[in-house]
C-alpha cells in the first residue's frame, strides 16, 4: 500500500485558483447526467449545537475515484468558540481498487465547489445583461457566493444583508476592496425589488425571501438550506420560480424544496432540472426573460470527488502535503 497524502487547507489553497474549482465541477455534473458518476444523497446525524453531512460520490472510468466528505456545522461556532462555521474532512480512494489516496482539509473545498456551482447556475439561469446583485448573509459562504455571480455576470451594484448589521457593513468594506464592486450595507431587504439576481447564504430557520420582494426576470442562488431545518425561500415563491436544483433527491429531504413539499406549494415534478441537465444540454435554462428562475443548491459530494480529484492531482506534480504511511 502506498503513502496517504494529507494536504491542509493552506496547502489547498496554494493549488487552486476558483476558476479550477469550475471547471472540476462543471465536468463532473456532465459526467452524472452520461452515467459516468454516482452521486447519492448526503446522510444527516443531529446534535444540539449543530449537524454533521456525510456526503460521498464517485467518478467512474480509466480513472476511478471515491470521495467521502464528513462536515460539521455549528452555525454558533464563531461567536461562541472562535472557530468556522463549517469544518471537515475528504477522504479521496482510488475508485478501481478502494486504495486509500489522500485526507484533505474540507473547507477551502466545501467554499469554493459551493461557489462554482452558483457560478454554472447562473450562466444559465441569470438574464443578459444582469447588474445588480444583492446577497443575503454576509458570512464566509456569503463572500464566494458574490465571487460565484461576479464571474458569471458583469455586476455594477451589489447590496449585502444580514441580520447582524455589522456583519454586513464589514463585508461591504471587505469585499469592496478586494472585487473592486459597489457594494452597499442594507438594513433591510428592500434592495431585493431591484435586483437581477439574489443570493440566500444565512443559517435561517424560516423563510424570508418572499414573492413580493422578488421581480419578474430575477434569479434566485438558494444556498443557505443544507439541512432540513434550515429555509430561505419562501413556498410560494418556490411555486412561482422555474427551479433547477442539484440533486431532486437531496434537495427533496434537505434543501428549500423540501418545505415546498411540506407546505403543499409544489411536488417534485415542478422541478424543471437538474443542474447537470442544463449543464449537458439535456434541458433548457432560462427561456424567458420574465421569468423567476431558482437553483435550490444543497451541495453534492459530486462537488466535492471532482474538486479533491483535480486537488490530488494538482497536489502529487507540485510535491505538496504530507505523507503518512499505512503500512
Sequence with gaps: MS??????????????????YVDAVEAAFRAAVEGRAVAPPASALHVPAGSFHAKGAALLGAEAAVAIKVNG???????????????????????????????????????NRTGAATTLAARHLARAGSCVATICGAGVQGRIQLKAIAAAAKLERVHVWDA?????????????????????????????????????GSSARRAFLTSDLVRPGTFIAAVGADNSDKSEIDPG?????????????QCAEIGDLHHALVAGAVTREHVHATLGEVVAGIKPGRTDDDAITLFDSTGMGLQDVAAAVAIYQRALAA?????LSLN
Aim: with cysteine; hydrophobic share 45%.
Design 3 to 20: 503513502d496517504l497524502l494529507i494536504l491542509s487547507r493552506t496547502d489547498i489553497a496554494e493549488l487552486m485558483d476558483y476558476g479550477d
Design 319 to 323: 510535491g505538496a502535503g504530507t505523507r
Design 73 to 111: 456545522n455549528f452555525p454558533g461556532n464563531p461567536a461562541a468558540n472562535g472557530l468556522p462555521t463549517v469544518q471537515g474532512v475528504i477522504y479521496l480512494a482510488d475508485g478501481a481498487n478502494g486504495r486509500p489516496l489522500s485526507v484533505m482539509d474540507s473547507i477551502e473545498v466545501t467554499i
Design 164 to 200: 447582524d448589521a455589522a456583519r454586513s457593513i464589514a463585508f461591504a468594506q471587505e469585499m469592496s476592496v478586494e472585487l473592486g464592486l459597489d457594494i452597499c450595507a442594507t438594513a433591510d431587504l428592500s434592495p431585493v425589488r431591484q435586483s437581477d439576481i439574489v443570493v440566500t
Design 237 to 249: 415563491l418556490y411555486a412561482k420560480s422555474l427551479v433547477v436544483v442539484d440533486s431532486l433527491e
